[in-house]
């Protein structure tokens, strides 16, 4: 059984981390930063944290393919590669959208039956990173490309309720 934990659970104890909202900077041919998403039509700001190494491919896989379900969602504006918390909170401040915060973690197990993902997301608030909800899903694959399958299954899973709870988590009168 192989069991991969990415180190981004760390950052949600304060153990390791890395400064900032967004993940390793990745910047064009201009030297301007990424950025997804239209902010002037967002309702939410999410910066999703990136872990502090990325120790295999399973968990490259797993990094990209949050930031890319997270940032397929409607209404959200996901925060550009290399963003720091005080430019998010300038973009923040100049929109309407509301700042949340997020994380995540997978568990990938290799069996007889195939593989299987667990995957698991903290939201939180931002920019004090108060945990508001946990997220869970898995998925199960087996055959060709079983591992990529598995974790876009666990992924899409754990991010299935995310457009509710990013609603509910804006309204601080609903907890």
């Known amino acids: ?19 900032g909202c967004g993940s ?15 902010l002037a039509s967002a309702r ?3 910066c999703l944290e990136t872990p502090s190494a990325i120790e295999s491919p399973h968990d490259q896989l797993f990094h990209d393919g949050l930031r890319a379900e997270v940032d ?21 401040q100049s929109s309407r959208a509301r700042p949340h915060w997020m994380t995540g973690t997978y568990v990938l197990r290799e069996g007889e ?8 997301v903290i939201v939180g608030t ?17 055959g060709p490309d079983a591992h990529s399958r598995a974790i876009a299954g ?4 754990t991010l299935r309720r995310l457009p509710d709870l990013l609603n509910v988590q804006s309204d601080p009168s609903a907890y």
């Open 154 to 157: 666990a992924i899409e899973a």
């Open 24 to 38: 390793a900077a990745a910047s064009s041919d201009d030297g301007t930063v990424a950025t997804s998403g239209e």
């Open 1 to 19: 059984m192989t069991r991969r934990l990415l180190s981004a659970a760390l950052l949600c104890v304060g153990v390791v981390g890395v400064a």
């Open 72 to 92: 397929a969602r409607p209404g959200v504006y996901l925060a550009p590669t290399g963003e720091q918390d005080a430019q998010a909170l300038a973009k923040i």
């Open 126 to 142: 931002f920019p004090d990173r108060a945990i508001r909800a946990t997220l869970r899903g898995s998925a199960r694959a087996q």
């Open 44 to 46: 939410h700001y999410v």
């Open 113 to 120: 039956d195939g593989v299987t993902v667990e995957a698991n």
